[in-house]
T-cell receptor, first 113, second 115 residues
């Protein structure tokens, strides 16, 4: 069965510093991978997705993610964090039947002044 | 039509009562999903519709839960005889019938509190 691991429950980053959120997946074939962001009390907004091709994908709000098959990872990065980026971030993989997303437990990002 | 909408946004109920939530997907989307998110966890899949047909149900969806999408447009999720463990955010998502690119668009969710 597919699974996603986000090893960091909380991360605190200073405003203006770079960010990397880790995501590891378990999947038998080429995965379809997603990063979503959730602000408090809100639904999920898609940041970026990977299906195939270039392993470095660009998303909204200045985020990017790199797919590394050898490490089963899909880490999210941003070169300079803004206070408005404080939120919860979820990595997800699409299951084999293409019908549902399997999410990690999320990483809460705190941005310090 | 700017996105997926869900009503109500918040629901507080007493244990044992029935509740019903509604989801209106993006109009041209034929696939509709329900997820449940408990505190500190990622969303977990509950069920999925393609048009009006309910094609998959998670084992999380006990007999007290029922979902419908009668005309292939909006969907309702009903929980009967609510329990405190049902307290969660219930998220609805929809997707365009675009083959492998199953990008799901999420609504704001309905937060259920069972007292």
């Amino acid at each position: 069965a597919q699974s996603v691991t986000q090893p960091d429950i909380h991360i605190t980053v200073s405003e203006g510093a770079s960010l990397e959120l880790r995501c590891n997946y378990s999947y038998g074939a080429t995965p379809y991978l997603f990063w979503y962001v959730q602000s408090p009390g809100q639904g999920l907004q898609l940041l970026l997705k990977y299906f195939s091709g270039d392993t470095l994908v660009q998303g909204i709000k200045g985020f990017e993610a790199e797919f590394k098959r050898s490490q089963s990872s899909f880490n999210l990065r941003k070169p300079s964090v803004h206070w408005s980026d404080a939120a919860e971030y979820f990595c997800a993989v699409l299951n084999t039947g293409f019908q549902k997303l399997v999410f990690g437990t999320g990483t809460r990002l705190l941005v310090s002044p | 039509d700017t996105g997926v909408s869900q009503n109500p946004r918040h629901k507080i109920t007493k244990r044992g009562q029935n509740v019903t939530f509604r989801c209106d997907p993006i109009s041209e989307h034929n696939r509709l999903y329900w997820y449940r998110q408990t505190l500190g966890q990622g969303p977990e899949f509950l069920t999925y519709f393609q048009n009006e047909a309910q094609l998959e149900k998670s084992r999380l969806l006990s007999d007290r839960f029922s979902a419908e999408r009668p005309k292939g447009s909006f969907s309702t999720l009903e929980i009967q005889r609510t329990e405190q463990g049902d307290s969660a955010m219930y998220l609805c998502a929809s997707s365009f019938p675009g083959g492998q690119y199953n990008e799901q668009f999420f609504g704001p969710g309905t937060r259920l509190t069972v007292l």
